[in-house]
């Protein structure tokens, strides 16, 4: 599709069985539940004049989760939203609801339909398509090409974010919000000259003790032999130097699919910010992980560590409070995976705990069998707002969330905050918080401030990768780390298959995963552990591939296959 044609195909709820005529039209099998609209040239959107209606005279409703700083509320007409009133010209009035409530106060009331709000953040346990086929979400394809200028030229340069935001049925119902991997800065919105980011500086990473490392004067492991050796060293060595074999060489943070990152070392990689069982080879066919051959070698590698008492003994029931409890007794050495931006909390935890030479730091991804260290970036595109069907003006909705998200002024309000307040700019350009961000009298980081402002928010906005380095100007090591991948060492995700993401599945075959995804998955994460604990011998692999094959894993196959073909032909 392109920004002068858009194929506004709006077809049954059985999508899955639409099929095309040679005339260009779509006939589908079954019960059709809305109109069929046919392909019509539209005007491509041009760049927005200022404001966006005359002031005063234009007002939007939007309807979010409220502030992750909770005691600064979107209800209170944020600065940063007071800048966009400004720019715009566009009042807006705020229904913030409490972020625990939201799911249940704002899926009842999009249930009932009824008095909806122009635009509206969609709820985490909602399904962005199905809110659109349900009639509640408007379709949005015409609407962006004519008046989503900003989102426009993004998507030539990446096509990919329209794949991400497109339903099985052909049409968009959400405007994006994106993650790291498509922004670098905000002035390059202005001059439309885009350049890759590179390397997310907030990735998913395995993280070790570098200051352990030292003492045992070791370096910071690059293969799986590497990683072997140093636990062993971790588990014999005593390097927290208290007199007692009581160090954990390595656990996982979140669950324990964290361990499997180790399956890097056999080809097998994870998927960004998801522990995702699917991947795609070269040739474009999707497959399941935890049936291939690199993740028996992967569940070999654990089992060795386990049965030698180097990986945590409650690695399986892993999760963020417990393993930070750990960390801050001095006891854990390394981690499988991790956030980035939690380096800087672990490190200041050990320090108020006494351990002043406490180092932890990002480890590059285990070398896999061509000798190559590839990351993953994060799946950085999700549905996020929906414009309802009873907005009154769905052109200066679309306008404005536009102009909020992808704009070079709202980029830098949504990643910055408001100029002279939360930082200022050089006269080369270059961005630094002010000191009420970075040392806040009120005790707070330098985030949660900019989010006290409005930035960093619910609504879209783009992680530009500027921000991040602006946010972190105190720990030049992270940036360091993500600019250290070259080109070729940088692999994108597979889709991410949520809610809100970009894997679209029909009906049909969301019947079809319902029936057979979670008995497979159940199964897959009990015998692993077994593996990995040897209650179960790896020589019955074959075995338990057989099984997972016979709980439907070929109708799975076929629906990710679809899906992922949709995808890449949007």
Not at 230 to 244: E, I, R, S
Not at 456 to 470: D, R, S, T
Request: glycine content about 8%.
């Amino acid at each position: 599709m392109t920004g002068v044609v858009a194929g506004v195909l709006t077809v049954s709820l059985l999508a899955g069985c639409a099929q095309t005529k040679g005339d260009g039209k779509v006939e589908t099998k079954g019960e059709e539940k809305t109109e069929i609209q046919g392909t019509e040239a539209v005007k491509k959107a041009e760049k927005p004049q200022l404001p966006l209606a005359e002031t005063g005279k234009e007002t939007l409703t939007i309807a979010t989760m409220d502030n992750w700083f909770a005691t600064k509320s979107y209800n209170d007409n944020l600065p940063v939203y007071e800048e966009f009133e400004k720019l715009t010209g566009v009042k807006i009035v705020w229904e913030a609801i409490p972020i625990n409530d939201y799911d249940q106060v704002m899926g009842t009331r999009l249930a009932s339909g009824k008095n909806l709000p122009d635009i509206f953040v969609i709820p985490w346990e909602a399904n962005a398509d199905q809110l659109g086929f349900d009639g509640i979400a408007m379709p949005l394809n015409q609407l962006m090409d004519e008046n989503a200028y900003y989102l426009n030229q993004l998507m030539d340069k990446y096509p990919v974010v329209r794949s991400g935001i497109t339903a099985a049925d052909g049409n968009i119902y959400a405007y994006p919000g994106f993650g790291e991997g498509f922004i670098n800065t905000a002035k390059e919105l202005e001059t439309g000259e885009l350049t890759d980011p590179g390397a997310n500086v907030c990735p998913n990473v395995s993280m070790i003790r570098k200051d352990w490392l030292d003492k045992l004067n070791l370096k910071v492991p690059e293969t799986v032999d590497d990683w072997y050796n140093v636990l062993k060293a971790f588990k014999t060595q005593d390097p927290n130097g208290n007199g007692k074999a009581d160090e954990i060489p390595l656990t996982a943070t979140f669950n324990v699919r964290d361990i499997y990152r180790f399956g890097e070392a056999f080809g097998l990689y994870r998927s960004g910010n998801a522990e995702c069982r699917w991947d795609v080879a070269e040739d474009g066919k999707v497959f399941f992980k935890d049936t291939t051959e690199a993740f028996k070698k992967t569940l070999e590698f654990l089992n060795k560590l386990y049965a030698e008492g180097l990986l945590d003994p409650e690695y399986a029931t892993a999760g963020y409070d417990k393993t930070s409890e750990k960390i801050s007794r001095d006891l854990l050495g390394s981690l499988s995976s991790d956030w980035m931006s939690n380096i800087a909390t672990y490190n200041g935890n050990l320090k108020t705990a006494g351990v002043e030479d406490a180092n932890w730091v990002a480890v590059k991804p285990i070398k896999n069998p061509e000798g190559k260290s590839m990351i993953t970036n994060r799946w950085s595109v999700w549905k996020t707002a929906a414009i309802s069907k009873d907005c009154k003006n769905p052109e200066l909705a679309m306008k404005w969330l536009d102009f909020q998200t992808l704009s070079a002024q709202g980029v830098a309000l949504t990643n910055f905050g408001v100029e002279d307040i939360s930082y200022t700019k050089s006269d080369d350009g270059k961005i630094t918080l002010t000191q009420d961000a970075v040392q806040n009298p009120d005790g707070i980081g330098a985030q949660e401030y900019l989010r006290s402002l409005g930035a960093w928010g619910q609504l879209p906005y783009p992680q530009a990768k500027e921000g991040y380095e602006v946010l972190w100007a105190d720990q030049p090591e992270i940036i360091e780390f993500a600019n250290s991948f070259t080109s070729d060492q940088i692999r994108q995700p597979f889709p991410n298959s949520g809610t809100k993401a970009a894997l679209a599945f029909t009906d049909e075959e969301n019947a079809i995963r319902t029936e057979v995804e979670t008995n497979i998955e159940t199964y897959c994460d009990e015998m692993a552990i077994k593996f990995i604990e040897g209650k179960e011998s790896l020589d019955k692999f074959d075995e338990y591939v057989a099984t997972v094959e016979s709980y439907g894993l070929s109708q799975l196959l076929e629906v990710h296959q679809s899906a992922y073909d949709r995808f890449v032909a949007n």
